[in-house]
Each structure stands twice: as structure tokens, then as C-alpha cells.
């Protein structure tokens, strides 16, 4: 899916001493590692630029510069690096001390404001899985604190700090880059108006947008999320995706039959998944008496889809039977 052929791709820097944990992030999110490999990984020693768009809707890169790299040497042009950067990751490890992370922080922050100050700049604190609920919740206020001082201290007052709690051990990575790149789709207040207007309509009672190489949802409708439903969702993508992959007809991937996963679980509820682009695919959690109206959902999703299709600007055209399919 190509978000208007006009637009810039939108990158994003993941920062942060070395060991803090960004490759191991980098690989979980977009290479589907699981977390115990990471133990494995070489250290990062350069600039890496990992450019996931070609397997996902999300049209960025992934810049892991090792916490050794001096960037204010004169050889990284670093304003060319971060005029053309949309978000800036700073992974802080919370199992280790983290006044060094800080002051690397604050320098990073400040240079990258001052090169370009509509870069959204997101903390992750990372590694909490090691940390008990309390102490978690200290840390964060500990170094939100601490980093906020500082730049006010510098005079930096308009500069804003998002920070997040993460681990590559639950689905906590995934919700903090789930926000992260919803802050970097200009269209995402009407995707959730339409997933809004979507799930009233159709007795659904929450729904996600996922990009599913990654599963970061793009968008949700506007009540709660809840991390217990979202991980279901995660999990019955994961579900989907082996299945595919073990036992998918190649030739099906290629066609125009949309991909759809039902699941049903022992509350009652019901997981429905339905494929909306290429990349994007819809998974919604609804009661089993709702389901009954199955022909009702479906025509919505099929609204949802060409309001979607339409959003995001992807060239279509229109079949006998009124689907839409995308091209390219
Ligand atoms: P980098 O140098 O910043 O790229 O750091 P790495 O990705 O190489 O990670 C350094 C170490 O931290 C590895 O041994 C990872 O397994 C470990 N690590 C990364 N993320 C987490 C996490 O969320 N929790 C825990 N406990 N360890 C992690």
C-alpha cells in the first residue's frame, strides 16, 4: 500500500546507550525473533538502517546508531538524518543505572530539537519485565522526572517527552510502537472514526487495524483497549500467519479472495479477522450472539474497506461484483 505517491516517507530513529536493548526491539517488532534469541545478538556497531516497508504498511526505517557512535562527529551528518525523522526512540535500560542514558538523552534531544523541532521523541523504558509493578511505576517517575528537569533547566520548555514502559518479553513493545507510529499517520483520526462508526453499527465490541508483519495496530475504534484483548488479537495473527505459512496455497496469497480467520473462545466471544489491504487486516472481537448477524457485518467491513481504500488513497478498481482489490 502506497500512502499517496506525493508523501515523504516518515522515518523513525531508535536511539540509546549500547546493550540497552534496540536491536533486540528492532528484531521482535519486524522480524518475528522471539525474545530468548536476542541473548544472541552481536552487538550493533554501526548505523543499521532497516527499511521495513516493503513487507508492511508502515513506510519507515529503523535507524539503530550504537550508543559508541559519537554523533556530533563531524563525519554523520546528523541534521540529515533528523530533518528527515518523524520519531526519535530513546531506549533506556531499567535494569541497569540510568544517569549515563540520561545525560546521552538530554544531549540527543536537544541537538535533534534544534535541527528539527516537529520530531516527536519517545522514551522507552525498557527491560521493566525484571521489575516489580511498584517499581516500575518509580522508575517512570523517576526518569520522566529527572529528564524533564533538565531540559527545563536548558530552557527547552516546549520540548514534550512520551515515555512507555517496555519489555520484548510480553506485548508491551508492541502496544509503545503501536503509539508510536499512530502519531505519524496523518489520516488516523478518521480511521478511528470510521472503526468507530464501524463497530456501532455492527454489534462488534472493540476492533483493531493491524499492519501484519508487525502486528502494530494502526488504528482502534475509540473505546479502551484493553492489553488482554489486543494480545488475542496478537495471537491469533501469529495463529493465522503459521497456518498460512505451513499450509497456504501459494497461488491463493496472489489472488483476489480476501484472507478471513475466525476463532471461537470458550467465553462465548468470538475473533474475527478480515484482510482489508494487502498489509492491513481487521481482527474484531464480538459475543456469539452478535455473530448471528454475520451478513450484516460483512457488508459493513466491505464498506470499511472501500472507506479505507479511499483514505489511504490506494488506486483501485472497480469489479462486477463491486470489490474493490488493490493493485500493485
Ligand atoms: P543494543 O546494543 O542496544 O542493540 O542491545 P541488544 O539488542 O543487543 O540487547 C542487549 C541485551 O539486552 C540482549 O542480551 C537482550 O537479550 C537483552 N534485552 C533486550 N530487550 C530486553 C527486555 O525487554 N528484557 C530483558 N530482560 N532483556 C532484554
Same mark, same amino acid.
Given at each position: 500500500?502506497?500512502?499517496?505517491?506525493?508523501?515523504?516517507?516518515?522515518?523513525?530513529?531508535?536511539?540509546?546507550?549500547?546493550?540497552?536493548?534496540?536491536?533486540?526491539?528492532?528484531?521482535?517488532?519486524?522480524?518475528?525473533?522471539?525474545?530468548?534469541?536476542?541473548?544472541?545478538?552481536?552487538?550493533?556497531?554501526?548505523?543499521?538502517?532497516?527499511?521495513?516497508?516493503?513487507?508492511?504498511?508502515?513506510? &519507515?526505517?529503523?535507524?539503530?546508531?550504537?550508543?559508541?557512535?559519537?554523533?556530533?562527529?563531524?563525519?554523520?551528518?546528523?541534521?540529515?538524518?533528523?530533518?528527515?525523522?518523524?520519531?526519535?526512540?530513546?531506549?533506556?535500560?531499567?535494569?541497569?543505572?540510568?544517569?549515563?542514558?540520561?545525560?546521552?538523552?538530554?544531549?540527543?534531544?536537544?541537538?535533534?530539537?534544534?535541527? *528539527?523541532?516537529?520530531?516527536?521523541?519517545?522514551?522507552?523504558?525498557?527491560?521493566?519485565?525484571?521489575?516489580?509493578?511498584?517499581?516500575?511505576?518509580?522508575?517512570?517517575?523517576?526518569?520522566?522526572?529527572?529528564?524533564?528537569?533538565?531540559?527545563?533547566?536548558?530552557?527547552?520548555?516546549?520540548?514534550?517527552?512520551?515515555?512507555?514502559?517496555?519489555?520484548?518479553?510480553?506485548?508491551?513493545?508492541?502496544?509503545?510502537?503501536?503509539?508510536?507510529?499512530?502519531?505519524?499517520?496523518?489520516?488516523?483520526?478518521?480511521?478511528?472514526?470510521?472503526?468507530?462508526?464501524?463497530?456501532? *453499527?455492527?454489534?462488534?465490541?472493540?476492533? &483493531?487495524?493491524?499492519?501484519?508483519?508487525?502486528?502494530?495496530?494502526?488504528?482502534?475504534?475509540?473505546?479502551?483497549?484493553?492489553?488482554?484483548?489486543?494480545?488475542?488479537?496478537?495471537?491469533?495473527?501469529?495463529?493465522?500467519?503459521?497456518?498460512?505459512?505451513?499450509?497456504?496455497?501459494?497461488?491463493?496469497?496472489?489472488?483476489?479472495?480476501?484472507?478471513?480467520?475466525?476463532?471461537?473462545? *470458550?467465553?462465548?466471544?468470538?475473533?474475527?479477522?478480515?484482510?482489508?489491504?494487502?498489509?492491513?487486516?481487521?481482527?474484531?472481537?464480538?459475543?456469539?450472539?452478535?455473530?448471528?448477524?454475520?451478513?450484516?457485518?460483512?457488508? *459493513?467491513?466491505?464498506?470499511?474497506?472501500?472507506?479505507?481504500?479511499?483514505? &489511504?488513497?490506494?488506486?483501485?478498481?472497480?469489479?462486477?461484483?463491486?470489490?474493490?482489490?488493490?493493485?500493485?
Amino acid at each position: 500500500v502506497a500512502v499517496s505517491s506525493g508523501d515523504v516517507k516518515p522515518r523513525i530513529l531508535i536511539m540509546g546507550l549500547r546493550r540497552s536493548g534496540k536491536s533486540s526491539i528492532q528484531k521482535v517488532v519486524f522480524h518475528k525473533m522471539s525474545p530468548n534469541e536476542t541473548l544472541f545478538l552481536e552487538s550493533t556497531a554501526k548505523i543499521s538502517k532497516d527499511d521495513v516497508s516493503n513487507n508492511s504498511f508502515i513506510n &519507515f526505517q529503523i535507524w539503530d546508531i550504537p550508543g559508541q557512535i559519537d554523533l556530533f562527529e563531524p563525519t554523520y551528518d546528523l541534521g540529515m538524518i533528523l530533518s528527515g525523522t518523524g520519531a526519535l526512540i530513546f531506549v533506556v535500560d531499567a535494569q541497569d543505572d540510568y544517569m549515563e542514558a540520561l545525560t546521552c538523552l538530554h544531549r540527543i534531544v536537544s541537538k535533534a530539537y534544534s535541527v *528539527n523541532p516537529h520530531i516527536r521523541f519517545e522514551i522507552f523504558i525498557h527491560k521493566v519485565d525484571g521489575l516489580s509493578d511498584d517499581h516500575k511505576i518509580e522508575t517512570q517517575r523517576d526518569i520522566s522526572q529527572r529528564a524533564n528537569e533538565e531540559l527545563h533547566e536548558s530552557g527547552l520548555n516546549d520540548l514534550h517527552l512520551s515515555f512507555y514502559l517496555t519489555s520484548i518479553y510480553d506485548h508491551s513493545i508492541f502496544e509503545a510502537f503501536s503509539k508510536v507510529v499512530q502519531k505519524l499517520i496523518p489520516q488516523l483520526s478518521t480511521l478511528e472514526n470510521l472503526l468507530s462508526i464501524f463497530v456501532q *453499527n455492527s454489534g462488534v465490541e472493540k476492533t &483493531f487495524l493491524f499492519d501484519i508483519t508487525s502486528k502494530i495496530y494502526v488504528a482502534t475504534d475509540g473505546s479502551p483497549v484493553d492489553m488482554q484483548s489486543y494480545e488475542l488479537c496478537c495471537e491469533m495473527i501469529d495463529v493465522m500467519m503459521d497456518m498460512t505459512c505451513i499450509y497456504g496455497d501459494e497461488s491463493e496469497s496472489t489472488s483476489e479472495q480476501d484472507s478471513t480467520c475466525i476463532i471461537r473462545l *470458550n467465553n462465548s466471544s468470538i475473533l474475527y479477522l478480515r484482510e482489508i489491504t494487502r498489509f492491513l487486516v481487521l481482527v474484531c472481537i464480538l459475543r456469539d450472539e452478535a455473530f448471528t448477524k454475520r451478513g450484516i457485518i460483512n457488508y *459493513n467491513i466491505l464498506c470499511l474497506q472501500n472507506a479505507i481504500h479511499s483514505v &489511504f488513497d490506494v488506486r483501485r478498481t472497480a469489479k462486477l461484483n463491486g470489490q474493490l482489490p488493490i493493485e500493485g
